[in-house]
Nanobody, 124 residues
Framework: QLQASGGGLVQAGGSLKLSCAAS????????MTWFRQAPGKERNFVAS????????YYEDSVKGRFTISRDNAKNIVYLQMNSLRPEDTAVYYCALSPSVILSNIKARSAYAYWGQGTQVTVSS
C-alpha cells in the first residue's frame, strides 16, 4: 500500500512538501513516481526518481520548482514543491511498480500500485 500525505491549501508562491509511505518490499528496488490530476483532466506525470536517487525526471512545467527525493531506509518518497502556482492545483498521487522501466516511467499504465491521493490547492 501507498499512503500519501502533506497536501493542503497554499497561496501562490508558497511551498508544500508531500510524502508517500510505502509498505511494499519492492520500494527500494524500483522507480518512485508522482502524478497529478486536475479537475476534469487526465492524470499526468509530475516527477520520478530512480532506485539510488542518482537520476530524477520532471515534467517541464515543474522543473526548477519541484524536487523529488526518497529515503529507502524508511520507504518514503517526497515531493518538495516551491513557487507554487494556481495551475499546480490537483490531486497528487504517488505510484510504483516492480516492472516500471525508464522508457515508461511517465505512463500511467506502467504502475500497479497507487496511493489514495492528496489534494493540493493553490490560491491566486
Amino acid at each position: 500500500q501507498l499512503q500519501a500525505s502533506g497536501g493542503g491549501l497554499v497561496q501562490a508562491g508558497g511551498s508544500l512538501k508531500l510524502s508517500c509511505a510505502a509498505s511494499q518490499h519492492t520500494f527500494s528496488r524500483t522507480y518512485m513516481t508522482w502524478f497529478r490530476q486536475a479537475p476534469g483532466k487526465e492524470r499526468n506525470f509530475v516527477a520520478s526518481i530512480n532506485v539510488n536517487s542518482r537520476h530524477t525526471y520532471y515534467e517541464d512545467s515543474v522543473k526548477g520548482r519541484f524536487t523529488i527525493s526518497r529515503d529507502n531506509a524508511k520507504n518514503i518518497v517526497y515531493l518538495q514543491m516551491n513557487s507554487l502556482r494556481p495551475e499546480d492545483t490537483a490531486v497528487y498521487y504517488c505510484a510504483l511498480s516492480p516492472s516500471v522501466i525508464l522508457s515508461n516511467i511517465k505512463a500511467r499504465s506502467a504502475y500497479a500500485y497507487w496511493g489514495q491521493g492528496t489534494q493540493v490547492t493553490v490560491s491566486s
